[in-house]
Each structure stands twice: as C-alpha cells, then as structure tokens.
C-alpha cells in the first residue's frame, strides 16, 4: 500500500526557517517524480515545487523560488522541502504527492495527509 | 487569482448531471493534459481525472472529463450527497514551466 506522510510542519516566526518531510512507502520511491502543494486556510491548491526521480529536474513556483528548496534523499525513502526567508502568506498545510507521468502530462495518483506550518510572530 | 478559471461554485439536486469548466491558454490547457481532483472537507484530494479524460481505477464512471482547445470540462452525472466536495482542474504550463491550479470549484448537492 502507497503511504505518504509529512511531518516538520508547526510554527515559525516570519523570516524563519523550517524542513519538511514526506516518507514514503509502499513503491519504488526512486522511479516517481514526487510534487509539494499547499493549500492556505480556506483556499485553493498551490502547486510548490516537482523533483524527478533522480533529482536531475527540479521546478519552483515564483512564489517560492529563491527561498524553498525540495530534495529527496532514495535510501530514506524521504521527500524533503527546506523552507527559508518564510512570510505570512506560506502559511498553509502542505502536501507531498506521488506523481504519474512526466512533470508536464503527470498527475499526482497518491497524497499524503498534509503538515500545517504556520508563519506567525 | 488563478490561471486555470473555474466557477467559484455549483449545485445540483440528486440524479442531476452537473458540469465544471476549466479555461486556460495555449500554454496550459492549450498544449497539455489536464487533470482534475476531488478534494471532500478535511481530507487530502485525490484524483478524478487524468490525462483529460482517463479515470483512475476506483472512480465511478459518472464522472468523465473533456477538453476542447483551451478550456476542459468535468461532468458528473447521477448527482449523489457524497459528491458535495471542491474540485481542481490542474495543468503544466510551458511558459511559468510549472503546474497549475484552478481556483477550485465547490459543488453543493441540494
């Protein structure tokens, strides 16, 4: 059975920094591109940032890039996202998900059930 | 405000079909697959639809998904309580080389 599960996620002070991780289980974790997305409260989904498999193809959203860094790490099976220079509006509960496909016809087939991080003074 | 635009919501009474539209550019929807998600209250989403119109096993058949130029569409047909959830159409865009999001569609069965 596929299980993702994140976890790093809590409160930070704006400026601040923090990690994320998505373990993964169930699959080969080398042979799927994974994805992070986030949802602030009472919003919509944001696509964050895609690694492939091999982690020789990465891409940000603008509005993390410079600032958040994913990588992934195949003999822990872990999906990571270092967050930096964090600002109110990251606040949201951030997902990892499996994804099918290329990064441009992919799909995420699996998800895991979120980490909040909160950016708050 | 989202590049991919969907109706903010929708509703339809039991056994009603219902769709959800999705317009896009020539540089998302225009030249790429798009996909669609379910996301019910307090869970993760999950998909609906991928590859325009291919269904993942599990998903009934009275959800389908089309596309047409820029602009796609989820249709659900025979309306059940359990549909009442938000949906996602999502697509790669070639000029930000990144994924998509529409703003989300929340559907409310009468």
């Known amino acids: 059975e596929v299980q993702l599960v994140e976890s790093g996620g809590g409160l930070v002070q704006p400026g601040g920094s923090l990690r994320l991780s998505c373990a993964a289980s169930?699959?080969?974790?080398?042979?799927?591109?994974m994805n992070w997305v986030r949802q602030a409260p009472q919003k919509g989904l944001e696509w964050v940032s895609y690694?492939?498999?091999?982690?020789?193809?990465?891409y940000y959203a603008d509005s993390v890039k410079g600032r958040f860094t994913i990588s992934r790490d195949s003999a822990k099976n872990s999906l990571y996202l270092q967050m930096n220079s964090l600002r109110a509006e990251d606040t949201a509960v951030y997902f990892c998900?499996?994804?099918?496909?290329?990064?441009?016809?992919?799909?995420?087939?699996?998800w895991g059930q979120g980490t909040l991080v909160t950016v708050s003074s | 405000q989202s590049v991919l635009t969907q109706p903010p919501s929708a509703s339809g009474t039991p056994g009603q079909r219902v769709t959800i539209s999705c317009s896009g550019s020539?540089?998302?929807?225009?030249?790429?697959?798009i996909n669609w998600y379910q996301q019910l209250p307090g869970t993760a989403p999950k998909v609906l639809i991928y590859?325009?119109?291919q269904r993942p096993s599990g998903v009934p058949d009275r959800f389908s998904g089309s596309k047409s130029g820029t602009s796609a569409s989820l249709a659900i047909s025979g309306l059940q309580s359990e549909d009442e959830a938000d949906y996602y159409c999502?697509?790669?865009?070639?000029?930000?080389?990144?994924?998509?999001f529409g703003g989300g569609t929340k559907l409310t069965v009468l």
């Open positions: 590859s325009n119109n």
């Open positions: 999502a697509a790669w865009d070639d000029s930000l080389n990144g994924r998509l």
């Open positions: 020539s540089s998302n929807i225009g030249s790429n697959t």
């Open positions: 690694i492939s498999g091999g982690s020789g193809t990465i």
């Open positions: 998900a499996r994804v099918r496909g290329s990064s441009s016809s992919g799909w995420q087939d699996y």
């Open positions: 169930g699959f080969t974790f080398s042979s799927f591109s």
